[in-house]
């Protein structure tokens, strides 16, 4: 299996433009998350995605920030419009629930990077 | 309300020392999951273990064991023998079972490991 794959790895983006951060789950998985992480604040999670649709988004800092999965393969990340605050590693992890144990590890992306400028 | 305190922020020891990283959690839900993660200078986090709240054995992989003690709400995290390999950030972490926040994995700020040669 790929693992999780996030795309791009790093972006470099000026204040007030529109950012897409893209991931694919590990097929099979029914949990996906987005996290971010920070010097300051650690890793936060933003939202977390059971069946594709959302559960819990109420890590999500502001209405700049939406995230959608459209389908079990694919979700997406948006930051609208950028700020410099919002540069961090961001990523994405998926579980399994095997039998309904919705608590099984997550796996993660390899991250990216935001840098807005 | 579920917290999870990782106390030492940097730790730092010579290879072949012993080091233990501490974990502490807070939870009202009496079914739940303990983790560690492992943050390399690369950036990825990688799953080293996960741990359900019935099961009080302490459990051994090699260098690394883990000692989970629920009497002081604590799940510890001792490396043998450190190596160089050994230094990164590591993270501890609590999912709850029955709550509202099923599926989420409350992370520990990390303690930064450094293995010096």
């Known amino acids: 299996d790929a693992g999780v794959i996030q795309s791009p790895r790093h972006e470099v983006t000026e204040m007030g433009q529109e950012v897409t951060l893209r991931c694919k789950p590990i097929?099979?998985?029914?949990?996906l998350f987005w996290y971010r992480q920070t010097m300051m604040r650690g890793l936060e999670l933003l939202i977390y995605?059971?069946?594709?649709?959302?559960?819990?988004d109420s890590g999500m800092p502001e209405d700049r920030f939406s995230a959608k999965m459209p389908n079990a393969s694919f979700s997406t990340l948006k930051i609208q419009p950028s700020e410099p605050r919002d540069s961090a590693v961001y990523f994405c992890?998926?579980?399994?629930?095997?039998?309904?144990?919705?608590?099984?590890?997550?796996?993660f992306g390899p991250g990216t990077r935001l840098t807005v400028l | 309300a579920q917290k999870v305190t990782q106390a030492q922020t940097e730790i730092s020891v010579v290879e072949k020392e012993d080091v233990t990283l501490d974990c502490v959690y807070e939870?009202?839900?009496?079914?739940?999951?303990l983790f560690w993660y492992k943050q390399p200078p690369s950036g990825e986090l990688v799953f080293l273990i996960r741990?359900?709240?019935?099961?009080?054995q302490n459990e051994i992989s090699g260098r690394y064991s883990w000692n989970f003690q629920k009497s002081t709400s604590s799940f510890n995290f001792t490396i043998t023998a450190s190596q160089v390999v050994d230094s990164a950030v590591y993270f501890c972490?609590?999912?709850?079972?029955?709550?509202?926040?099923?599926?989420?994995?409350?992370f520990g700020q990390g303690t930064t490991l450094q293995v010096k040669p």
């Open positions: 992890a998926s579980s399994d629930p095997g039998t309904g144990n919705s608590y099984n590890e997550q796996f």
């Open positions: 097929s099979g998985h029914d949990y």
């Open positions: 995605f059971n069946n594709n649709v959302p559960i819990d």
């Open positions: 939870t009202r839900d009496t079914t739940y999951y």
């Open positions: 741990r359900n709240s019935f099961d009080e």
């Open positions: 972490a609590l999912s709850e079972a029955y709550s509202s926040n099923t599926g989420k994995l409350i």
